[in-house]
């Protein structure tokens, strides 16, 4: 089995109320969190305050944004004196990202960014990209929709990738390769058994309750929680 796998707890919530009760619930098992960001053109808006929204993640040491949002370069760049960026890394859909320049761009207004890819997306990327992104995440489920099947397909894709681009990953000594979304009881195993170092989960936690899904992880992940984030 590969090293043990960091697994991180997705928030995706449509309103404040609804926000607070998840995060309280995951903050005494895990360090590190990950928050759906979406808009009207992926599905129905989470709810999402650049002020609030760290003051309740205070108590987590990283926080992940994934940006499904029409265009997140907008979205960053208009919003740049207001989000937080130490210990944030925000991740945008390649296909919408345009060019090298404009990640380029984000990081020279503070931002650590990822970049992510859909189901279809073709995830050929230039090496120029392992200089500027922190972290590859491969969705494997459609994005914005909670609940879904995963397609496990992805899990394929996960490997080629890290296959073609085996000597950039290894040079940049702390890439993450993530997979998001589809963990069930039923797949776990593949999950933690594929390429990909970090998995981010929501429903996985939600249906079989956060602490005895820990458990579960820590188990399959090698026995370990120090690895679990």
């Known amino acids: 089995m590969d090293p043990a796998k960091i697994i ?19 903050k005494g098992f895990f360090k590190i969190i990950h928050v759906d960001v979406v ?13 609030e929204v760290f003051e309740i993640l205070e108590p987590f040491g990283k926080v992940i944004i994934h940006l499904m949002v029409e265009d997140p370069l907008v979205f960053l760049t208009n919003k740049s ?7 944030v890394l925000y991740l945008i859909r390649l296909n919408k990202s345009k060019s090298i320049d404009n990640l380029n761009s984000l990081k020279e207004l503070g931002y650590n960014v990822g970049v992510f890819f859909e189901i ?10 392992f200089g500027v992104c922190k972290e590859f995440m491969f969705l494997a489920v459609i994005a914005g929709k909670s609940g879904q099947r995963a397609n496990l397909q992805v899990l394929d894709n996960i490997k080629n990738f890290c296959s073609v681009n085996k000597e950039l990953i290894a040079e940049t000594g702390s890439m993450v390769i993530s997979v998001d979304g589809g963990l069930s009881s039923e797949n ?5 058994e ?3 170092n970090t998995i981010y989960a929501n429903s996985y936690l939600k249906q079989n309750g956060v602490e005895e899904s820990f458990n579960k992880l820590s188990l399959l992940n090698g026995g370990t929680e120090e690895q679990m984030n």
């Open 8 to 26: 991180i707890p997705t928030v995706l919530c449509y309103t404040k109320s609804s926000f607070v009760e998840w995060v309280e619930e995951l």
């Open 194 to 196: 594929s390429p990909a």
């Open 39 to 51: 808009d009207s053109s992926y599905g129905e808006q989470t709810w999402f305050d650049e002020i």
């Open 120 to 129: 279809g997306d073709n995830f050929s990327v230039s090496p120029s990209l």
């Open 188 to 192: 776990a195993l593949e999950y933690i």
């Open 81 to 87: 004196h207001l989000l937080k960026k130490d210990n």
